[in-house]
Nanobody, 126 residues
Framework: QVQLVDSGGGLVQAGGPLRLSCATS????????AGWFRQAPGTQREIVAA????????TYADYVRGRATISRDKAKNTVLLQMNSLKPEDTAVYYC???????????????????WGQGTQGTVPP
């Protein structure tokens, strides 16, 4: 089992960066595929970016491709999301997730994730 703690959200001016961190405890997060999702009020949780167990495979939602980078810091047992050029429509609660998978692949469906962080709010005013 793994526990996830999300951090790094806050108020960001349009065009600015947002750097999110998912700290883990318990079993190493490198045993899991991981992903960042977001959820705005009245909407479903949607994928932002996902990364495989080793970090060798990544994928991004179309609306962040070219503006986001997901990565692993294996020494710190964390999963990071760097987003740039933020827009007001990026305003949401951002969640880190971990999925128990037996092979090297990315998971982009929220229902397939086994563990979640508590979420961190990112707000980009108009």
């Amino acid at each position: 089992q793994v526990q996830l703690v999300d951090s790094g959200g806050g108020l960001v001016q349009a065009g600015g960066p947002l750097r999110l961190s998912c700290a883990t405890s318990g079993r190493s997060v490198s045993n899991y595929a991981a992903g960042w999702f977001r959820q705005a009020p009245g909407t479903q949780r949607e994928i932002v970016a996902a990364i495989s167990r080793s970090g060798g495979i990544t994928t991004y939602a179309d609306y962040v491709r070219g503006r986001a980078t997901i990565s692993r810091d294996k020494a710190k047992n964390t999963v990071l999301l760097q987003m740039n050029s933020l827009k007001p429509e990026d305003t949401a609660v951002y969640y880190c997730g971990a999925a128990a998978v037996g092979n090297e692949r990315v998971i982009t469906t929220a229902a397939a994730y086994d563990y979640w962080g508590q979420g961190t709010q990112g707000t980009v005013p108009p």
